[in-house]
């Protein structure tokens, strides 16, 4: 009797097909895109969706063909294919262009493709399976793509925590390739029997409209496009900068998910947004996009983001901004994460929680913080990330999406503590809080794997270079902008 692929079994044998095409000069983060192109074929003969392919591209009409002909009938495919076609179709497909330069390379691929146990494949998901490579290419660090993919056990905790809901409006301003817009249909679809419960235009609502983001990388706004329309998600994630008026368009959110790009916008340049009061003459891409999610949210809506450990203690810009955020929202929560799962960045970070308040006053009366960094795990190859990870914080944090559980601060030996607004303006208004005697300060020292020490050694310069640029810009000279400042 044949046995069944699982997601991994196929997830593997199309990542190894990546040490086939090295020789012609592919990258690992190439060989994902160009794998999107052909998946993207394939998947729509599987799931009988060839209406929206051109006629004379679909998946057999590539596949069947031999040499130098299938070669340039593929480049002609890529090129037609951006160009009319289904929207979706043509946006996956945008000034696409092959990397492969030896037509021995894509028969081999075509042939693997359709090689695969697509039944398998397509009872354990299609979406699945493309998740899964994604997460495999963020995993290779030579890939240079984690910087675009949130760990899916942190996803997983936050999207539980914030409990989405079905007619929500969900956002991601900084998409990636749509990991946190994933995970929330997928946890709505498990609390909806997969959107049955719903009413016919709340379903379509679901399908169409619930989901908006921007990406501002092409080739990271293909994955994004891909991974959603696999799990049924066709809503509009735009090619853009959230920093411009194009964040702007994207609208008024019930839940905001994000992890934002790290670091200072390319040439030093400062936002192009006429709301924005507080961030304008910063170049500090997570300041400027902490403003976008706090005027972004509707009134009692909620967010959760990822930021780096110098957006809670900079001065000036920094300091305006935390004051001018928790005047309008309510930053209830905190979450320390243990360094080593984000490398790419290579910055300590966090996940603040909060709530934007009904008015625009003294929103927030106090944080709540829990130090997942001290005594934990060099995380790395040999030890990933887990779902356990994150189980005595998502007990900690309870049941209400707005933190507003009841919690207990146990004092300078626990996790969890309480600091109340006063005392965080004791502190200068600097959140980052720490108490926890840390006996993990060497815990580098006990990874094994080449790449995870190669990793965190490239993590502590570009930590580094951050602060160094972090200190430039102060000294450029921002313009000095009051306390005080309006919504």
């Not at 060839?50 to 590539?62: K, V």
């Not at 963020?138 to 993919?149: D, R």
């Not at 983001?305 to 901004?321: A, I, S, Y």
């Not at 913080?369 to 995380?379: G, I």
Request: aromatic share 8%; proline share 4%.
């Amino acid at each position: 009797m044949k046995v069944r692929a699982t997601t991994a079994d196929i997830v593997s044998r199309l990542w190894n097909l990546c040490h086939v095409l090295r020789d012609d000069g592919v990258s690992y983060q190439e060989y994902v895109t160009e794998l999107t192109f052909l998946l993207f074929l394939k998947m729509m003969e599987e799931t009988g969706r060839e209406d929206r392919i051109l006629d004379g591209y679909r998946w057999s009409d590539i596949a069947g063909r031999e040499g130098v002909d299938q070669l340039d009938h593929y480049k002609r495919a890529l090129l037609d294919l951006g160009k009319s076609g289904a929207p979706v179709v043509q946006s996956i497909f945008t000034d696409a262009q092959t990397k492969l330069r030896k037509p021995a390379n894509l028969k081999t691929l075509t042939t693997a493709i359709d090689g695969l146990d697509w039944f398998s494949a397509r009872e354990e998901g299609l979406g699945e399976l493309y998740e899964g490579l994604l997460e495999k290419n963020a995993a290779e660090k030579k890939s240079g793509a984690g910087q675009y993919f949130t760990p899916r056990p942190l996803i997983d905790c936050i999207v539980r925590l914030m409990k989405p809901q079905a007619g929500e409006v969900i956002q991601d301003p900084a998409a990636g390739t749509a990991g946190f817009l994933v995970a929330a249909d997928r946890y709505i679809k498990d609390h909806t029997d997969d959107l049955y419960a719903l009413t016919p235009a709340e379903a379509f609502f679901q399908r169409n409209n619930a989901f908006v983001g921007i990406e501002l990388v092409p080739d990271t706004h293909r994955l994004a496009l891909m991974n959603l329309m696999l799990h049924g998600i066709e809503g509009p994630i735009t090619l853009g900068d959230s920093l411009t008026p194009d964040g702007e368009a994207l609208g008024k959110a019930d839940l905001i998910l994000t992890n934002p790009p790290f670091g200072t916008k390319k040439g030093g340049g400062r936002p192009s947004r006429a709301d924005f009061s507080v961030t304008a003459e910063t170049s500090n891409k997570q300041l400027a996009f902490v403003e976008h999610i706090v005027r972004a949210l509707k009134p009692g809506g909620r967010a959760a983001v990822v930021l780096p450990d110098n957006v809670l203690f900079e001065d000036n810009t920094g300091k305006r901004l935390r004051q001018w955020a928790m005047e309008l929202a309510n930053l209830h929560t905190i979450l320390r994460l243990p360094t080593g799962i984000f490398y790419a960045q290579g910055v300590k970070t966090n996940v603040l929680f909060l709530t934007r308040g009904q008015a625009d006053r003294a929103n927030t009366k106090g944080v709540w913080v829990y130090d997942l960094r001290a005594n934990m795990p060099a995380f790395g190859k040999t030890r990933p990330l887990r779902a356990e990870d994150f189980a005595a914080f998502e007990a900690a944090y309870g049941e209400d999406p707005n933190g507003g559980a009841a919690r207990t601060d146990e004092g300078f030996e626990d996790r969890l503590r309480y600091f109340s607004r006063a005392d965080i303006a004791a502190r200068n208004d600097n959140l980052d809080i720490a108490w926890l005697r840390d006996d993990s300060d060497a815990a580098e020292d006990d990874l094994s794997d080449p790449e995870d020490i190669a990793a965190a050694i490239l993590g502590h310069l570009r930590a580094a270079l951050a602060e160094v640029e972090a200190v430039d810009a102060e000294l450029a000279g921002e313009e000095a902008v009051p306390a005080e400042v309006e919504a």
